[in-house]
Structures are given as C-alpha cells and as structure tokens.
C-alpha cells in the first residue's frame, strides 16, 4: 500500500458549509491554528452549498492573518453529496497527496491534523477515521437512540468511515479506483457509502481515537420531531443503497414488507401508549416515541422505495 513520501507533504483540509457562518468561524479558526511541520503544505478549501456567498466575507477576513491559504469555492445545487464532491475536485485539482474532511459545526483539537498523520504512518494505513466528541445543548430524549463511543485501540481496521473527521490519501480520488460520492444519496449514507467502497477496493481504514473534534449540538437537533425525522431519512437512504449496489426489484421485496411490517405495528403501539403518555406515564411516553420512531423508519423504508426522498437535511440546525 501507499507509503508517506518524504517533504513536502500536501494536505487539503476540506469543509462543506451551509448557512452556519458562526460555526464555520469557530472551525475555521480551529484550522488555522493547528499543530503543524515544516514539512508540510497545508491548504483549507471551504465549499458554499447555497446561491449566495454568505461565508465569503468570513474567508476574506480570516485568510488576512492565517498561516494557510483558505480556498472559496460555490455549490449551487443543494445537496451533500454535490458540496462533496465538489471538494474532491478542489483537491485534484490542487495536487494533494492527502485530504482531510471535517464538518462545519466541528472544532479540531490543536492536534488533530498531528495525531491523524501520526495514526497513518503507525499502521500503514490509506484512511484514518477519527473520534467525535459531542456536547449537548439539551440532553437526548431517553427514548433516542444513545450515542455509544467507539471504544477501540488506536490502529484497530474498520470497514467504513464518515466524512466528518477523516484523513485519507489522494489515491482514492485517482484511477483506478476514481471514488466519487453517489450523488443519488441526497438524503444520507453518501459518505458511508464512499468510504465502504474504498474498503471493498482494498484500501485500509484505521481507527484514530486521539484526532478529535468538538462537536456542540444545538436543542433544535434533539428535539422530537427532529430526531423522528432523522429516522426516516437514514431508513430511506439503507433503501436507495440497496437499489443502487443489487438492483431494485432485488430489494423491493425485502424492504417493502419490512416497511409495512414496521408501519403496521407502530401505528398500533403508538395507539395504544397515546393516551397514557398524555397523562405523564414515562414508561407509556417512552414506549409512544419509540413507536413514533419505528414508524419513521417503516415511512422512510416506503420512501425510499418509491423514490420520494425525505426533506430531513432541507432544515440547517445552527448558525
């Protein structure tokens, strides 16, 4: 596999944003302030999925005093997929031996580029995932689902990786692989997707736990309706995977019974714990979510069936 070259070393740290300049101040001032050699060429491309250059001015300011050029480029159709693959353009066609993604409401550690290029030398490894930790505004509901840490030894393999802490080498944007993000997933998975891909070529995802960012998640994000929502659309986008990797009538059957199935017995849970739940029972409160929640889920297998994706990422939370 890949071997780190000697210096220069080119990094492309990449950012998607849209309509949070706040936060992508806080993660840009992260970038710019990292534990870096002087034996690397570090460049920051922030990417705009929006019609208007809100962050523009944000980029103006701060490239006066960073220590690293900060790229600007717009992505005018909405769409996570579309602004992700637009940084993967940016970094060809800058020449970077490796690229780096990170999510605008994120703030890396002043090691986090440091420990990451450390966790990929160590284990020869061609991707290095690493740890998010999370602060709350407002406490999960109990009736989500927890947030459970990786808790794995630096270096250990994994069989995927996300997109919102994540070191990988240029390679996997070259021939032969060509890896793109699958711009049908515009309702989720794109980047489990391109990333299980790279696995399935033979590439090696190892676990970085000491490359961390912050993470704060507003109350807007755990509210009810929110994380329901987020439900129905990870269970549409687990279906348009399926149609696009073995075919659609290979998946209709599984996923439309699956889906009536879920459908059919929340609706009668949620019946049943409704009226309790409105007179304080936590356990019938708990049991009328959790129901709600299979119900999204069984909504957005159907969804996703019949191509109508849900509007879960149409909401920004955070500014």
């Known amino acids: ?34 534990d870096t050699s002087d034996e690397w060429q570090i460049e920051i491309c922030v990417v705009e999925n929006d ?71 160590s284990f020869n490894a061609d991707i290095s995932y690493g740890q998010i930790k999370r602060t709350y505004e407002q406490p999960l509901p109990i009736w989500a689902p927890q947030e459970t840490p990786l808790d794995k030894n630096a270096g250990v393999q994994l069989s995927r990786a996300s997109t919102n802490n994540v070191l990988f080498k240029s390679a996997l944007l070259h021939p032969p692989a060509n890896l793109r993000f699958n711009n049908a997933l515009t309702y989720g998975y794109e980047d489990l997707d391109f990333f299980e891909n790279a696995a399935q070529l033979g590439f090696k995802i190892v676990w970085a736990p000491d490359a961390i960012v912050e993470e704060y998640v507003p109350a807007s994000r755990v509210a009810s309706k929110r ?69 999204a889920r069984g909504i957005g297998n159907l969804l996703g069936l019949f191509g109508r994706p849900p509007s879960y990422y149409s909401t920004i939370d955070g500014h």
């Open 227 to 295: 994380i329901i929502d987020f439900a129905k659309s990870c269970a549409a986008a687990h279906v348009q995977v399926g149609i696009l990797r073995k075919g659609y009538w290979k998946v209709f059957p599984k996923f439309f019974f699956k889906g009536l199935r879920r459908v059919l017995s929340a609706t009668v849970l949620a019946a049943v714990a409704y009226v309790p739940a409105l007179f304080g029972s936590a356990t019938f409160v708990n049991l009328y979510y959790r129901s709600r929640m299979r119900l």
């Open 51 to 121: 019609t208007q250059p809100l962050s523009r001015g944000t980029i103006d300011e701060l490239n006066q005093t960073s220590p690293f050029p900060i790229r600007y480029e717009m992505e005018p159709r909405r769409g996570i997929p579309f602004a992700r693959n637009k940084t993967l353009d940016m970094a060809k066609a800058q020449n970077y031996d490796w690229i780096l993604l990170i999510d605008d409401d994120e703030v890396a550690r002043k090691d986090w580029l440091a420990k990451h290029v450390q966790t990929a030398q």
């Open 1 to 34: 596999m890949y071997q780190m070259k000697t210096s220069p070393l080119r990094f492309g740290i990449m950012v998607c944003t849209a309509q949070r300049p706040l936060m992508l101040r806080s993660c840009l001032e992260s970038l710019i302030t990292q």
